[in-house]
């Protein structure tokens, strides 16, 4: 259960395995790059716990790792929608959008969060070089589009991890669509000590 992670709510969050970046400073790299090393709860176990605390509740944020990769997202989403009539959160890096878009589409997601890493340029250091700059660019405009379209559906968040000056925090907030302000995240080192360092 979180109060930060959706502001002005009370929700409960979901930690889905895998992602197919590799940020340097990831904070979640167990669960983000070997998921089978951890325990799975399964989804009887989830559904019984949202059935418990579902009329104290006034969200559930689906994060990760990075949850656009998981079969059937949308689909699963309209499935814990219907069961627990409870507005939910996506917490996503933005490379998937066509999972985003669908996800809007069907009405299954109510908040889109969206991690802009850095300047396009940056992409290649800040995510262990698994998006290249004009990667970036393809996805976070497809994103930028969808905003638009969906306004009040989206935030855009950016962690100012080392390597990342006042300068490059500039160049994000000027990439974003007119109207929408980035939320900055300090950056704290990862517990389990796993953070390498950010390439020149
Ligand atoms: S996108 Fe997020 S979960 Fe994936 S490696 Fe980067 S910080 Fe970790």
Redesign the pocket.
């Known amino acids: 259960m979180s109060l930060c992670d959706w502001p002005g709510r009370i929700s409960v969050v979901l930690f889905l395995g895998g992602?197919d970046?590799?940020?340097p400073?990831?904070?979640?790299?167990v669960l983000?790059w070997t998921p089978e090393q951890l325990p799975c709860v399964c989804p009887n176990d989830v559904h019984q716990y949202l059935e418990a605390k579902a009329s104290w509740l006034d969200g559930l944020v689906i994060s990760?790792?990075?949850a656009t990769l998981s079969n059937d997202l949308p689909g699963w989403l309209a499935e814990l929608r219907k069961r627990f009539v409870l507005p939910v959160k996506l917490d996503t890096?933005g490379m998937h959008p066509e999972v985003v878009e669908e996800s809007l589409r069907l009405g299954v997601v109510d908040m889109v969060a969206v991690?802009v890493k850095g300047p396009l340029d940056m992409y290649p250091a800040l995510?262990g070089n698994r998006v290249a700059p004009n990667q970036a660019s393809a996805c976070l405009d497809r994103i930028f589009d969808l905003a638009g379209e969906f306004p009040g559906r989206f935030m855009f968040r950016c962690t100012l991890v080392p390597r990342l000056e006042s300068t490059d925090v500039d160049q994000v907030r000027r990439m974003l669509p007119a109207g929408f302000s980035l939320i900055t995240q300090s950056f704290f080192e990862p517990r389990n000590g796993q953070k390498e360092e950010i390439p020149c």
């Open positions: 992602c970046l590799r940020c400073t990831c904070h979640n790299s983000a990760g790792g990075e890096n991690d995510t």
